[in-house]
């Protein structure tokens, strides 16, 4: 299976009692909470812990994957930070708290990966809108370590993170846009949010489509689920490119590489078990033109860089011209027509993963501020 990790974002240090003045002994324990909290996210992203592994598995109740311990400091965080935004009217001086991001979508030069640009927008929803596509992001790679063990859990966080993504794309952004600096944070446009969480479904369905293919379920409906993810990320192709003018012109090549050629590799897979089905009700010239087809389109989306990818492109598309050869060879004794590409049958899709909605829980504490 093709995977890619989303390069993740960098920060700077924030400590809110600096900067936030307190009205009593309460709200001043709970923002020196805050901003504990804060520090352990902080050194998740920017990978700045110095303890050892046996003390962050002690701090994190014993979990062992360095994404479920960053996972578990973000779950003690976000409810927190948005007890912090749900009384963000009382807030003076946002400035004080230098809100600092960079990107990791945006490409890059070796200079400026050894230098990150970091942006400072003075609006605490900044630092909740960052946080929760770390969080996103976090989720999503915690289904890729899980593809080959626990199949049923590593669906459920595709399935989550799409909602985080979503969430982001139709609630918190739209209102935040204006406060951004334009074209330098992709991470929080809705279009590239909306794309991410289409592209978690598609991960996820192909999660499911190739436990389908072990447990040998019908090439009908195989056709069908590779194709509902090529779907998928068709759409989310369509709105990468659809990104309106100064929303992040500079997202990373591989990044869109990744996504192009995932769609390309599952319309590949779908003809090819559409075939198969065609080739099962002896219509074995349709077979024929639909895998010809198929090549011709997966000779124009091969990788360019990616070993990985490469070969996993490689050895389907030889598995497509094996079978086309054997096809080919079987139509020479029946002679049946090979129809023109406008008459040839298109694959049908099924898309049966659908997103989590994302719920957010606030710590519900008063915060008086002078």
Known sequence: MMQYLIPEPKTKEIVFENVLSSDGPTTLQEVKNLSS???AVEESVNRSSNVTDAIAREMSRGLTSSCEQDLHKLGEYLPVLFNLVHHADKIKHVSGLKIRWSSGLISQTLIQRKCVKFFQVDNIM???GMVLYFY???LRERAMELVSTDVR?????????SGVFHHLSHELLPSLLPSLPQGKLPELTPSLCFSLSLLCLAEGQAVTTKNAEESGKSTSLLSKLHF???QMLSEASAHLSSRANGECKDLSSRFLEYVATMRALHELKSQKHLAEVLESEERVGEAVGVLRRALAAARRSMPSKEDKWITIFKNERE?????MAKYEKLNDFILQRIPV?????FPKGEMIVKLIPYTPTRWEQELLFK
């Open 37 to 39: 909290k804060r520090k």
């Open 126 to 128: 900044f630092e909740l």
């Open 136 to 138: 996103a992001v976090k």
């Open 153 to 161: 859990k590593s669906v459920t966080l595709y399935r989550e993170a």
């Open 228 to 230: 509902g993810t090529t």
């Open 319 to 323: 598995e497509v011209s094996r079978k």
């Open 341 to 345: 590409e406008t008459e040839l049958p």
